[in-house]
């Protein structure tokens, strides 16, 4: 007599009919259930691919900002927050998703159950409300260099605002979501309580969204509010932010009163680069978020049913989000580059040996140009060190001032206002 007609029709004190081991191959066929997706190796080792390398590279930004006291500065700290934000994403919250997603039960409990889960939502909340924190931030620097001056104690307070935002929105998750026993067959059979007793067994349970009738709102009004608070929110900040920052800058560039030509052209190659940068930013949050909310607003729709392969993709290209952010606020600012190759500069050490630079004497030497951290008269910069002659000067290289010149500075534009993040 089968298992199945034991479980369904049987005896269950018919202990020679009982096969004990039987409920634990079932438990482990069905929970490898993912496996059986075509391409399921593939999107799992990318997608632990792309996290080890987003969490290697938020560690190398938050690294270089801690251990450069010369880029701890106000705005910088929005750049290491994210990082720290991206970085709780590629190590916390994609294993969480990948286990999810690869195992069908879950073995922990209620209590874990909720927990990781709403730790998932916080960390997406906090890495896509820093973003438009950061966006809000250059865009009143932008249009008030001299006035928009935050206080020292304001990033604090910025940073509180996002995690109890993020861990408001996500609370509800963590009360939706519970552990329960599996319904599939063959746990729903009559026979199988008395069964499992008997084997000293139990059902194997999932962690699944079941109890929205808790809640004073519907899984589909929830899930339309994160559409709007985690995707359409930031969204729209980057673009208004962005927008306006781009236009600021080729107006500034377009009635600048810079007199030396090669200045001038640096100046305009440094604010296209700045443009092609914002319209970066705002390209790859859009692309990278869309799918993932795309298929949830579906799903909740119930346009389209659920899957495991399907969702585990979309999250992936959402991950790429935080493997992008390090290199484009992070690397590609000029300061924490600097800090970051300075941090590297020992590994590279024994190689430096082999390469040796001769200067040629014959060349002119390249015109200078004054740097100043704190956009103010650049000789009364405490970063800045200039030597005049006291002599009169007697030839045009004489008249070069001896700058000395700190890394991971800014370079000083026409005036205060034309500074920008």
């Not at 014959?362 to 650049?378: E, L, M, Q, S």
């Not at 006291?390 to 026409?414: H, K, R």
Request: proline letters at 6%; aromatic letters at 12%.
């Amino acid at each position: 007599m089968r298992m199945q007609d034991v479980l369904r029709d049987g005896d269950p004190s018919n202990f020679t009919e009982v096969n004990c081991e039987w409920f634990d191959e079932v438990t482990r066929l069905q929970n490898k259930f993912y496996w059986r997706h075509r391409g399921a190796e593939n999107i799992i080792v990318l997608y632990v691919l792309i996290c080890a390398f987003g969490a290697i590279a938020n560690l190398f930004v938050i690294a270089s900002f801690l251990r450069t006291p010369q880029i701890q500065n106000l705005r910088n700290y929005f750049i290491a927050n994210l990082a720290v934000s991206d970085l709780l994403l590629c190590t916390v919250t994609a294993p969480v998703t990948v286990y999810f997603t690869v195992n069908l039960f879950w073995p922990f409990g209620t209590l874990a159950c909720q927990v990781t889960a709403s730790m998932q939502a916080v960390n997406m909340f906090v890495s896509c409300l820093t973003l438009v924190l950061i966006a809000m931030d250059r865009f009143l620097l932008t249009l008030c260099p001299v006035k928009w001056r935050m206080a020292a104690r304001a990033p604090v307070a910025c940073y509180a605002v996002v995690w109890l935002t993020a861990v408001l929105v996500a609370t509800p998750y963590f009360f939706a979501v519970t552990a329960e026993d599996v319904t599939l067959d063959p746990w729903h059979l009559k026979n199988t309580d008395k069964i499992l007793e008997i084997c000293d067994r139990s059902k194997p349970q999932i962690c699944i969204e079941r109890t929205w009738h808790r809640l004073p709102f519907s899984r589909r009004t929830y899930t339309l509010t994160v559409l709007g608070i985690q995707y359409l929110l930031p969204l729209c900040a980057l673009v208004f932010a962005y927008s306006q920052i781009g236009s600021t800058i080729r107006r500034r560039t377009k009635h600048s009163t810079v007199l030396d030509q090669q200045r001038r052209h640096l100046l305009l190659q440094r604010n296209r680069r700045a443009v092609l940068l914002l319209l970066s930013l705002v390209l790859i949050y859009g692309i990278c978020w869309l799918p993932i909310q795309l298929y949830n607003v579906l799903n909740v729709l119930e346009v389209i049913d659920f899957s495991q392969s399907r969702y585990i993709f979309c999250h992936m290209i959402g991950m790429c989000s935080a493997c992008l952010n390090p290199i484009m606020y992070g690397l590609i600012n000029e300061s924490f580059r600097n800090a970051f190759l300075d941090m590297l500069r020992p590994f590279f050490a024994p190689c430096s040996k082999y390469l040796s630079v001769k200067a040629n004497p014959t060349v002119a030497p390249p015109t200078t140009f004054t740097y100043a951290p704190n956009r103010k008269n650049c000789t009364d910069s405490p970063a800045i060190t200039a030597r005049k002659d006291t002599a009169p000067p007697t030839d045009a290289a004489s008249m070069t001032l001896n700058l000395i010149s700190t890394p991971f500075i800014e370079p000083l534009l026409e005036d205060e206002s034309d500074q920008y993040c």
